[in-house]
């Protein structure tokens, strides 16, 4: 049983991994093309420190990797296919919408 929980555990620290506003936005700029960190920060609107440690989440979670050009650091998606999970993520919002809209008229 403890190699079925392990699966399990793996997977939640992933959805961890991504259970933050500025992680989601990240993600999605991501997906457009690689950014370095200053220009991520621009995006966020948040210090480089803090989108630093976002990165590093991220990262570690096997979800973006890093490439050293020089003094700059570039961060591309390293699975594509989280676009996949997100997609389903916006149905369930879109369906809870509509839910929610016909209990109230």
Do not use: W
Request: aromatic residues 6%.
């Amino acid at each position: 049983m403890p190699s079925v929980m392990y699966k399990y555990e793996a997977r939640a620290n992933i959805i961890k991994a991504m259970a933050h506003p500025t992680r989601l936005l990240i993600i999605e700029k991501l997906v457009e093309r690689e950014h370095c960190v200053c220009e991520l920060t621009d995006f966020v609107g948040d210090d480089i420190s803090t989108v630093s440690k976002h990165l590093s989440v991220l990262k570690n979670a096997g979800i973006v990797t890093d490439d050293k050009r020089g003094t700059m650091v570039f961060y591309h998606l390293k699975v594509p296919c989280i676009l996949q999970f997100l997609g389903c993520i916006e149905k369930v919002i879109h369906d809870r919408a509509k839910e929610q809209l016909a209990s109230v008229g």
